[in-house]
Structure formats: structure tokens, C-alpha cells
T-cell receptor
Framework: EAQVTQNPRYLITVTGKKLTVTCSQN?????MSWYRQDPGLGLRQIYY???????DKGDVPEGYKVSRKEKRNFPLILESPSPNQTSLYFC???????????FGPGTRLLVL | DQQVKQNSPSLSVQEGRISILNCDYT??????FLWYKKYPAEGPTFLIS?????DKNEDGRFTVFLNKSAKHLSLHIVPSQPGDSAVYFC?????????????FGTGTLLAVQP
């Protein structure tokens, strides 16, 4: 089944404790992206990647890192999480020749 | 500043009637628009899209209309069904090429009453 998977789905952590949210897609998509969803703000793009080893900032990249060492994986790294990073995070992917993005199920993060 | 706006946080419609969801944008450089549907505890799923060279695109019960001069697009669902109850996001991108960056609206919660 073609899908985007994220792990973990739910995470509670404390301020300053490094964490990684994994994202993996099995559709051989070149493009991958991370979004966060907050009440009243919709979905905002954090980082995106056009292909392996090619990443760029979205609209809200502060406090986040990403890497794209393999085509199928695009982990989101919070080196020192803060409470304002409490949010619902979505990973997405698409073919580089298409516009339609396919989203993962989301990761709900609470930073205390 | 919100470049893509969905001014109605919620909409309630009777089953069988038409649902009209609206979206306004400010950047005239956008050349591709999409609608996504989101159920609770799931990721958004693609619904329908439209290029700026068109003013209408239809897919079954779903039609998207684009008015470039007014920088406005709308999604029509006819007839509405209870299973259509979800949050709908419009998104814009393109900048003349691939959609490297998608700008999403804040979403409209549609409730279709049986």
C-alpha cells in the first residue's frame, strides 16, 4: 500500500530534550516536506526536500533541523524543544513532476 | 500576514444541498491551487486542484472555481453527504514552477447534517 508513515504518533517530552520524528514514504517520491498545524494558523511549512541531500527552509524553520540521506526518509529533528513547538506535525511527499502531496497521519507533540 | 485566507471557520449544510467553501489569496504570483480534506486523527488528503490558466475544474460531486481578478477560489460540493463532514484546507503555490512551497489556509470545518 502506497503510504507516508510517521513515528511516533504521539510524544510528550520536556524542554531541551532532543527528539527526532521519523517520516518514511514507499512511493519513490523525490519531494518531501514537513508541516505543523496550529489552531487558527492552518498548516505551515517547516522544511522541504527536493531530493536526496537537497533541503530548504519553509516558512517556519526556526528550532528545527532535517536531513535527507535516503530518498524514502526525511526525519525532523528538534535539537532543544521548547513549549512553543507543541503542535501537530505532518510529513508529506510527492513526485517531482506532480503537484499533489500525500500526507502522513500526523505526530502530536507536547513539550512541557 | 496570511497569504491564503479562509474566512469561515465553520459551515453547516443539510444533506443533499450544496456546500460552498471559500478561499481568498493575496499573492497574484500563485499559479496552482489545491483543496485538501482532513478527518480527525488523519493527515490531509488531496481532493481537487486547479491551475491558474483555468477557471473551473470538476471531479464528480466536487467543483473548484477560480476568479483570478478577485483572487478568490471556491469549492462546491453537490450534493453534500454526511461523509463530507471534515475540515477543508485550500492551498496555493506554483510561483511559475513546481510547488516547492505550499501556503495553506486556516481551514473550514464542514458539517453535513443528515
Amino acid at each position: 500500500e502506497a503510504q507516508v508513515t510517521q513515528n511516533p504518533r504521539y510524544l510528550i517530552t520536556v524542554t531541551g530534550k532532543k527528539l527526532t520524528v521519523t517520516c518514511s514514504q514507499n512511493m519513490n517520491h523525490e519531494y518531501m516536506s514537513w508541516y505543523r498545524q496550529d489552531p487558527g494558523l492552518g498548516l505551515r511549512q517547516i522544511y522541504y526536500s527536493m531530493n536526496v541531500e537537497v533541503t530548504d527552509k519553509g516558512d517556519v524553520p526556526e528550532g528545527y533541523k532535517v536531513s535527507r540521506k535516503e530518498k524514502r526518509n526525511f526525519p525532523l529533528i528538534l535539537e532543544s524543544p521548547s513549549p512553543n513547538q507543541t503542535s501537530l506535525y505532518f510529513c508529506a511527499s510527492r513526485k517531482d513532476t506532480q503537484e499533489t502531496q500525500y500526507f502522513g497521519p500526523g505526530t502530536r507533540l507536547l513539550v512541557l | 500576514d496570511q497569504q491564503v485566507k479562509q474566512n469561515s471557520p465553520s459551515l453547516s449544510v443539510q444533506e443533499g444541498r450544496i456546500s460552498i467553501l471559500n478561499c481568498d489569496y493575496t499573492n497574484s504570483m500563485f499559479d496552482y491551487f489545491l483543496w485538501y480534506k482532513k478527518y480527525p486523527a488523519e493527515g490531509p488528503t488531496f481532493l481537487i486542484s486547479i491551475s491558474s490558466i483555468k477557471d473551473k475544474n470538476e471531479d464528480g460531486r466536487f467543483t473548484v472555481f477560480l476568479n483570478k481578478s478577485a483572487k478568490h477560489l471556491s469549492l462546491h460540493i453537490v450534493p453534500s453527504q454526511p461523509g463530507d463532514s471534515a475540515v477543508y484546507f485550500c492551498a496555493a503555490g506554483g510561483y511559475g514552477g513546481a510547488t516547492n512551497k505550499l501556503i495553506f489556509g486556516t481551514g473550514t470545518l464542514l458539517a453535513v447534517q443528515p
